[in-house]
């Protein structure tokens, strides 16, 4: 598959690389070393952080790992599930990751830390809405969001929406009811994803967003 | 095959045939007061812990066991892939067969069907896993992957009676919910059950919670619920429901959801058919009360919790106060099969310090909590002797 990279999105990918990591990064949960002194062991294990966060997070929480006390026979187990499963990860770099994940959580580590939420505490605490905004919005088109999707999502988010490699699902997500989230994460990016502000503006959010409605009700049907 | 419709006797239903004889329970319907009717005063927050963010897995809190049905904003949140994007369609649900679809129902169309509620403990599965020595990998549930609620909607029976066409030959139904996996390659959700159970009278297709039309992330606006089984099987968004000969393909029938009929140790691996589905849950019982790692004070102590069964009913439940020797607590409430009993005991501890209280219930067939439940590799069901640690100050 051709990546197609306008100017434009290049120097929005190297933004969104740079500012998206620490800005999508809860503040009060992190994948911890077990307390390396070194500041280059350091630094090798925040860009393996990144490599998680890039291949892994892209479909589910960091809580789903660092609650986990596994040996390493184990966590080779189960990187080797998630890669039969959709996830990414290089080949050449399980077995960094293999090594970061049992010793910052093996069996010798520490009871994990979990976050204890009520309410609206959490970002994915999402309910549906009373109303759900109405197949087309107001103003937008999805023939012009079917163009634009194709061209600045496809590649990472599959030809339909139904994810791939690189990028999760999108068709029938609960985000598409929740129009002006949906502008802001693509907006500001979040992790691998690039920031689109440089490149989409709101309406053209706004279209790709109707067309992904119209994708998901054509979904619905088959 | 035949059908034997439902039996209609005028407030008694007999509530979950099986094949051990149960005590015959009142069948509660909409509106009719009674203990277990009583909604509970719903917190307009609940404290959860994450499990994970992304799909949402959040574990109740063992403190909010102290009522007989658990409030939404406390109840436990789990799914393979998240919620769909639920309302930009009105809802259908599909019958069919492995010839194709029968009927396509909208959800108006179950209101000519009766409705029944009644309460049931939904578990999941894997509730306890991160309890098992050694460690399995999955997701790390203590204690509170568990609740209770009253659930509102229509007989799976009567949707398949109505809707499905001729049975000869089927003997499994599937349950496809809207839910997607993040990644074509990822096995998508489904379940596949016997059509024994399937009729049987206690399985619903829900629409309401605990009064209330049923939230989004609970399955709104329609779910599985299949008393006294693992919540594996409680499908959420269900789409479709397929009549077939055969069980449903796919990883989560075929391969994920099973367990050894016999213990295996870790260093075992088990054939194919040496392996069966996860079924009915276990006998189990929680402390809500004291709060584990909680200080209290020194004077008497009310200690509380829940209690329940897969198949039969809890009968005995027991604390330790004293690491050796085993007391009756009392039941609050009856018996009554798929939800579970409050229990209490009244203990005054002899002086401050720390102390450790167990809990263990027993069933109507004969089975008791032991203190670790036989690993098996995936953490399914683990029912060891509840213990809280606490001070006495």
Redesign the interface.
């Known amino acids: 598959m051709r990546l197609i990279f306008p100017p434009m999105l290049a120097l929005a990918v190297l933004v969104g690389l740079i500012g998206a990591e620490k800005s999508r990064l809860p503040a009060t949960v992190h994948l911890n070393a077990s307390g390396l002194q070194n500041p280059e062991e350091q630094r090798h294990d925040e860009i393996t952080k990144q490599t998680i966060s890039a291949y892994c997070l892209s479909c589910h929480g960091e809580e789903m790992i660092e609650q986990q006390r596994l040996t390493p026979a184990q966590w080779k187990a189960e990187i080797e599930k998630m890669v039969s499963w959709g996830a990414a990860l290089p080949a050449d770099q399980h077995s960094r990751v293999i090594d970061y994940l049992s010793r910052s959580f093996g069996l010798d580590a520490p009871r994990p830390l979990v976050r204890i939420v009520d309410g609206d505490g959490l970002e994915g605490l999402r309910l549906s809405p009373e109303k759900p905004p109405p197949h087309l919005l107001p103003g937008t088109s999805a023939e012009r969001g079917a163009d634009l999707y194709t061209r600045n999502c496809a590649n990472c988010h599959g030809s339909r929406g139904e994810g791939n490699e690189l990028g999760p699902r999108l068709a029938n997500q609960p985000i598409l009811l929740h129009p002006a989230e949906f502008v802001e994460v693509t907006s500001r990016g979040r992790r691998r994803m690039p920031a689109s502000s440089g490149v989409l503006n709101v309406e053209q959010c706004h279209d790709i967003l109707s067309w992904l409605i119209r994708q998901t009700l054509t979904e619905l049907q088959g | 095959m035949t059908l034997e419709p439902p039996s209609q006797c005028s407030d008694r239903r007999q509530f979950l045939k099986g094949s051990v004889a149960v005590a015959s329970t009142v069948f509660l319907t909409k509106g009719r007061a009674s203990e277990s009717a009583e909604q509970p005063a719903a917190p307009?927050?609940?404290?959860?812990?994450?499990?994970?963010?992304?799909?949402?897995d959040?574990e109740t809190?063992v403190k909010y066991f102290d009522e007989f049905l658990t409030p939404i904003?406390a109840f436990f949140v789990r799914s393979h892939f998240?919620?769909?994007?639920?309302?930009?369609?009105p809802w259908?649900l599909t019958v069919e067969s492995p010839a194709g679809v029968i009927q396509r129902i909208r959800l108006a169309q179950l209101d000519a069907l009766e409705r029944f509620e009644f309460p049931a403990v939904l578990q999941c599965a894997g509730n306890g896993r991160?309890l098992f020595r050694p460690?399995i990998?999955g997701?790390?549930w203590e204690k509170g992957a568990v609740g209770n609620a009253s659930w509102s909607g229509v007989r799976l029976a009567d949707v398949i009676m109505r809707f499905g066409g001729v049975l000869d030959g089927v003997k499994h139904v599937h349950f496809y919910g809207?839910d997607?996996?993040?990644?074509?390659?990822?096995?998508a959700y489904l379940r596949s059950i016997p059509i024994e159970r399937a009729l049987d009278t206690s399985t619903l297709l829900a629409t309401h919670m605990n009064g209330v039309p049923l939230?989004?992330?609970h399955g709104g606006p329609l779910r599985v619920v299949l008393p006294g089984w693992t919540g594996n099987h409680w499908i959420k968004w269900v789409r479709r429901i397929v009549l077939s000969p055969v069980e449903a393909p796919g990883f989560y029938q075929q391969t994920g959801y099973k367990m050894p009929r016999s213990p295996l140790t870790p260093e075992q691996s088990p054939p194919p058919d040496a392996l069966q589905p996860v079924t009915w849950q276990n006998v189990k019982s929680l402390i809500a009360l004291p709060h584990h790692d909680s200080r209290v004070k020194l004077g008497p102590i009310a200690i509380q919790g829940v209690a329940w069964t897969g198949p039969g009913l809890v009968e005995r439940i027991e604390v330790s106060c004293d690491g050796t020797t085993w007391q009756p607590a009392q039941w609050l409430g009856e018996a009554r099969a798929g939800t579970w009993r409050l229990w209490r005991a009244d203990w005054t501890p002899p002086r401050a310090g720390m102390y450790s209280i167990r809990s263990r219930a027993t069933d109507t067939n004969g089975q008791t909590q032991p203190d670790a439940t036989p690993w098996n590799k995936s953490g399914y069901l683990w029912n060891g002797v509840d213990h809280v640690t606490f001070e006495v100050v």
Do not use: C, M, W
Not at chain 2, 44 to 56: G, H, K, Q
Not at chain 2, 180 to 187: A, G, M, N, Q
């Open positions: 307009e927050s609940a404290a959860r812990i994450v499990r994970n963010s992304r799909p949402l959040l809190p904003p998240g919620e769909p994007a639920v309302g930009l369609a259908t991160a460690r990998p997701l790390a809207l997607r996996p993040p990644s074509p390659k990822t096995p939230p989004v992330l």
